[in-house]
Each structure stands twice: as structure tokens, then as C-alpha cells.
């Protein structure tokens, strides 16, 4: 039954425990950028590093038709488009750090972050663990909590 079901990128069922929608999930964040997700009392987490697990829903994780953008993507303008070139190449970051590697106000890019997540071509990455600067460090790990971060659809 979990296999007829359709996850959003970066997210694959753990074959150990074969989780069904029905089940309790957990996810684990493996160093490929891609969450696991378990069942939630498989007993490879016991061993997993415990701050690399994340609560997860089904509701959150299956993709659905409705994730393509929006029709009014004809209004971005060449700030929105450096934005989503920025995540293009970083994956995941937030406003204050988009700002300041853009060198724009960061109200400015707060309200293009809402704008751009409005229109289906980002989305809120709940930050409990992220990977480290893409291409800086690899397969380093941090946690933030204090900030809104932000990915590409």
C-alpha cells in the first residue's frame, strides 16, 4: 500500500520498515539531502543520531497536484529572479542570510520570499536541521531554530 503512495523530491520511504500512510512517520535526514521516513517505532531509529530526526506528517510529505506554480508567476521581477537563482545554487537559506549575500533590504526580502512562496516556487523548510553552506562544507550538519527558511518547489 506505501508504495502506491507519491512523495514530494527529497523524501523516500525506508525500506527496513516500509511506513504505510496509515502509520506514524518519523523522518531522518541522511547525508544525500533526502529525509527517510520510517515508521515511527522501527528499530533502526534507536541507533539513528537523534538530533537528525524530524516529526513528520503524511500530510506534509505526499506530493500533490497543486504543487506547481501558480499562474501569476508573469509577475516576478528580476529581484525574484535572483532569489530563486540563490536557492538554486545555496538549497536552503533564510531571508536575513539572502539579504545579505544579495546585498538587498531585508524587508525587501522578506515580502519576495512571501511573494515567491505564494506563488508555489518556494516553500517553509521546517529548520530543525539543514545542511551547511552547499559547497563550503560538505556533509556538515546545523541546527537553527530562530529563522524561516526557505527551498525551492
Known amino acids: 500500500m506505501a508504495r502506491d503512495v507519491t512523495l514530494k523530491e527529497k523524501y523516500s520511504l525506508a525500506k527496513c520498515c516500509t511506513p504505510a500512510p496509515e502509520d506514524p512517520i518519523v523522518g531522518y535526514f541522511s547525508f544525500d539531502d533526502h529525509v527517510k521516513v520510517h515508521r515511527h517505532d522501527c528499530p533502526n531509529l534507536a541507533k539513528a543520531e537523534q538530533s537528525r530526526l524530524l516529526t513528520l506528517d503524511w500530510a506534509d510529505i505526499v506530493a500533490t497536484e497543486s504543487e506547481e506554480p501558480g499562474e501569476d508567476f508573469h509577475t516576478l521581477e528580476p529581484a525574484d529572479f535572483a532569489i530563486l537563482q540563490h536557492h538554486l545554487d545555496y538549497d536552503i537559506d533564510y531571508s536575513l542570510k539572502v539579504a545579505r549575500v544579495l546585498n538587498m533590504d531585508k524587508q525587501e526580502v522578506f515580502d519576495r520570499h512571501r511573494k515567491l512562496r505564494e506563488a508555489g516556487l518556494l516553500e517553509r523548510v521546517e529548520a530543525l536541521i539543514v545542511r551547511y553552506r552547499k559547497g563550503i562544507v560538505d556533509n ?8 524561516t527558511y526557505y527551498e525551492l518547489t
Not at 140 to 147: C, L, P, Q
Open 140 to 147: 556538515k550538519w546545523i541546527k537553527h531554530r530562530n529563522h
